[in-house]
Each structure stands twice: as structure tokens, then as C-alpha cells.
């Protein structure tokens, strides 16, 4: 009976649990109040975009508060759909998912490609994440399991290296995706992260 009651003991206080769990445990806590305050007034809308628009963005937090404002965009305008990089990464990924949705559940007609200046997946490579893993205790040998699944880790977790490139690249497998109606309006471009300043990238024609 000791034993059980110290062996639970160490599992609630091994600290890079609690270091984790302090900064959610605050956030609750705001909740509490942030609810019971009626902080929640001022964003009451309904789930259909007012202005029927989805924007693909990236999920640095530079562009948390910046993206909507800088879009002139409130609670309830657009459907943002966030990952790294801001990007489609095959045709039937989860953010092509997120927008075939937006257009056939929820009413959207226009999709804006948001990347931006400095963003953090461009240059990345799987050399430096397999360098970091390592570090964590991730064993070549479950790097290998992975790789005999079919998953081709090195192009997964690579980054893209020309911005206007990526853009172009996720707006044209947007704008030619079988399931995606050909009316949709799909447009790209890339925001300053420092002063909201947006450039549209310029399609190129494909050629086949
Ligand atoms: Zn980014």
C-alpha cells in the first residue's frame, strides 16, 4: 500500500510535468473568470462566415492578433485554417479538408493563401529535427520503423525555401483540386509580420 501511494506520488511530481502544467493550469484559471465575467459578449456569432472567406495561414504566433487586424477581419468573418508554413502539403491533407469543408459546409466563396515574411517552416530540414530528436531519446531505430511504414520522413518535415514559390504551389493545388468548384476564388499572398503590409504573389502560368 506504501509502495502504490509513493510510486503515485512521484508521477504527479516529476517537474517537467508541472513546468508544463502551470502555464495551462493559469489559463484555466482565467477561464473561470473570463466566463463568469461575461468576457465572452463582445464574440458571440454563429459558425457561418459573415464574409465567406477562409484564409490558409501560418501558426506563428507573430500573426495571432496581427493577421485579423491587418485583414480588418472580427469574430466571425472567416473560416483560418493554421499550420506550419500556411501550407497545403498534398492534396488530401487535413488543411485541403478544412477548406473543402469551409466551401461546402459553411458557405465560403473566396480563400486567401496567407504566408509571411521570415516564417519559421522556410529552410527547415529533417537533418536538424533529426539532430534534435536524437537529443530527446528518439532512437534510429524507430526512425527507421517509420521509414519502412512508407513515410518518407525527409520530405515530411522539410520546409519550403522560396516563399513565393510555396504560395503559388499551394494556391494551384487549391484552384485545381478535383472536389474544389471551379468558381471558388483562390489568391495568395505574403504578409509582413512586423507591419500587416500584404503582397499578392503573382501566379505563373503552369506548364504541362
Ligand atoms: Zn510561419
Redesign the pocket.
Known sequence: MEKAQHSIERRIFVPQKSIFATMIDEIVTYNKAFVSSKGYEPFVTDKYPDKRLAVLS???TR?TELLPAALGLKNGDAKIIKN???LIMSPFDSAMRSLLVAVYELGVEEIMVV??T?????HMSFSHFRHEMTARGITDETLDTIRQCGIDLDSWLEGFHDTEESVRNTVHIIQSHPLMPKEIIVRGFIID?TTGELQEVVMKKIIR
Open positions: 501560418c501558426m506563428d500573426l506550419a508554413g500556411g504566408a509571411h521570415q516564417c519559421g517552416a522556410c509580420s
